[in-house]
């Protein structure tokens, strides 16, 4: 028994009370290191909110003491009980796993809350069918694949996406499926991280549009902020613009997992330099050989979001048009 833990588990679950009120819940899907506690903190900002911080993923602590998900696998579409998933995300806003609560001394604490955001990375088949059982909105947050691939250590869902018939029957093939793994197998390591980031993102980009979905790319909220929080207002039913706008200057929370060169940047007084230089930088890091050879990898899978030699997303991921201009570069 863990003494220290079990104290901190059992504060939170005396710490706060959800009751649910009218507006709906929002789901925000992201890739991991992709912006997403960044914005879950900026909608968290706002009257009566909770979050729900990773509730899928099982290497916290606090997920695997739910009991209800052991392995990746059970995440996936070849194994995934979505009434198990759907229930689970029903008993945390009925106060059920309660020590799953958000920490008490956390920013955006509140003891009584109304509305949740629901951060996910993981079961891409079945957000919509998520949403919709579970009355929520859906956010969905996109990151450009290399400087999302630099800033991650782990990619825990790559083989299962490899050795997935659901996404060889469905979508790819089994020609380009074998082309993927290749890639995977004996490229890169930015090339293998690209790979996966592909799998993450293929069906978010392919059911955004349809299912009437809100999108936001990380580089458009940093490099348009003001107008990106009238968008999440608009969208997802948000009420105070002011604490919007003064929540999205703030980093987040996790900013210590980033590295010397990104806590430097942040300390910059400028901010439109600031925010132009943490879209940028990444490509002090790549050159252009290693870029094309990365972004090859989302040929494979007729992916068109984002592309060489562009720092920002498709003019379809785009709602700004002014957006592009705020890089002062040629794109």
């Known amino acids: 028994m863990n003494l220290p833990r079990s104290i901190k588990y059992?504060?939170?679950?005396?710490?706060?009370?959800?009751?649910?009120?009218?507006?709906?819940n929002v789901l925000l899907k992201a890739t991991a290191r992709g912006g997403s506690t960044w914005v879950m903190e900026i909608i968290a900002s706002q009257p009566g909110f909770r979050y729900y911080d990773e509730p899928f993923n099982i290497r916290r602590d606090n997920v695997r003491r739910t009991g209800l998900f052991r392995g990746w696998s059970e995440l996936q579409p070849e194994h995934c009980d979505?009434?198990?998933?759907?229930?689970?995300?029903?008993?945390?806003?009925?106060?059920?796993?309660?020590?799953?609560?958000?920490a008490p001394f956390r920013r955006h604490?509140?003891?009584?809350?109304?509305?949740?955001?629901?951060?996910?990375?993981?079961?891409?088949?079945?957000?919509?069918?998520?949403?919709?059982?579970?009355?929520?909105?859906?956010?969905?947050?996109?990151?450009?694949?290399?400087?999302?691939?630099?800033?991650r250590a782990v990619v825990p869902r790559l083989e299962l996406f490899l050795a997935s018939d659901y996404y060889r029957d469905k979508y790819l093939g089994e020609t380009r499926m074998q082309e993927i793994r290749e890639v995977a197998e004996k490229g890169s390591r930015l090339q293998r991280f690209v790979v996966?980031?592909?799998?993450?993102?293929?069906?978010?980009?392919?059911?955004?549009?349809?299912?009437?979905?809100?999108?936001?790319?990380?580089?458009e909220l940093l490099l348009n902020p003001a107008r990106s929080c009238r968008y999440l207002a608009d969208a997802l039913d948000l009420p105070d613009m002011r604490r919007l706008l003064r929540s999205v200057g703030e980093p987040s929370s996790n900013i210590t997992l980033s590295g010397q060169e990104t806590l430097?940047?942040?300390?910059?007084?400028?901010?439109?330099?600031?925010?132009?230089?943490?879209?940028?930088?990444?490509r002090d890091k790549v050159g252009r050989e290693e870029e094309k050879s990365a972004m090859e990898v989302l040929q494979l899978f007729d992916i068109q979001a984002y592309r060489f030699d562009r720092l920002v997303p498709d003019a379809d991921l785009l709602h700004f048009e002014d957006t592009v201009s705020r890089l002062e570069v040629d794109e």
């Not at 979505?82 to 958000?102: F, G, K, Q, W």
């Not at 980009?205 to 936001?216: D, N, P, V, Y």
Request: charged fraction near 30%.
């Open 10 to 24: 059992a504060v939170r679950s005396v710490a706060s009370w959800h009751m649910q009120g009218d507006r709906k």
């Open 82 to 102: 979505i009434d198990r998933v759907t229930d689970y995300l029903d008993a945390l806003r009925d106060n059920r796993y309660r020590h799953m609560n958000p």
């Open 109 to 151: 604490y509140r003891p009584i809350t109304h509305r949740i955001v629901f951060k996910l990375h993981e079961l891409e088949h079945a957000i919509g069918q998520i949403a919709a059982r579970c009355d929520c909105r859906v956010l969905y947050l996109v990151r450009h694949p290399i400087p999302n691939s630099l800033s």
């Open 196 to 219: 996966s980031w592909c799998f993450e993102n293929y069906l978010p980009l392919r059911h955004a549009a349809e299912q009437g979905w809100a999108t936001l790319s990380y580089e």
């Open 264 to 282: 430097q940047i942040m300390r910059d007084p400028d901010q439109d330099a600031r925010r132009r230089r943490l879209v940028t930088r990444w």
